[in-house]
């Protein structure tokens, strides 16, 4: 139960506003701070209309900032397959990170307090491990969070995203199967894509594909490994 989690109700924003949909994603994020105080000047200062529902510290305690019936102001312009809005219809969840650049792992204390808020979040509002996604996924060409060392292989065990083994194949992608790739990208759901155009015209949400599924190809043009993980990952979608 969500009490058991130890819920810290220290901290509130009132950056939100009034829910439009019913819930179905949680959208995970980093704060990009180092340390906790940082992360509540950022996510509850009124000019800056930033906020999040749940922010986890380095320590792992939880903290509420905004109440889940409320929106807010987590996702910014976002979209997943034809849901636009994501701000009204997800829970937002920040974790106190520094950035991917610094190279560090999240806290094996914060990935535990995350999986327990997000498996109750899941069983309460039913949402599917698909809709279970980052920041990054939802705005492919503004945001980069949770970033390449966010665990979501290890998530995927515990019901909390997709995920796919990887069928590693390094070989270049003719047109045909670039426009496949494409496809294959809008059918998991990633939005802002032009299929007829060429892969350098899609590169940031190739970049956010590769970010969260295979993160060792980020600033890589995508191949048949990337191919491959599009058709195992669409096996695994509930249209």
Known sequence: MLCQLN???????????????????????YTETDNLAK????????????????????????????DEKKRAWHAGESMWKRSKDINSRSIGIE??????????????????????????????????????????DVAPDRKIDPGIYFPWEFLSKKSLGLWAKNRLNNLKLDEDNQKLFLKNLQRIGYPYLKINNNINFNKFVIESFHRHHLPNMVKSKPNHTSLNKTIDLLKKTID
């Open 95 to 136: 974790i106190v990170y520094p950035g991917e650049v610094l190279g560090k792992k999240y806290k094996k204390t914060q990935i535990e307090s995350l999986i327990k808020l997000s498996l109750f979040l899941k069983k309460k509002y039913k949402i599917g491990k698909q809709n279970i996604l980052g920041h990054s």
């Open 7 to 29: 819920i810290s109700h220290r901290y509130k924003s009132s950056n939100f506003d009034s829910r439009k949909k019913k819930i179905s994603f949680l959208i995970f994020h």
């Open 39 to 66: 992360a509540i000047k950022l996510l509850t200062n009124k000019k800056r209309k930033v906020s999040c529902h749940y922010l986890i510290d380095t320590n792992g305690t939880i903290y509420n900032l905004v």
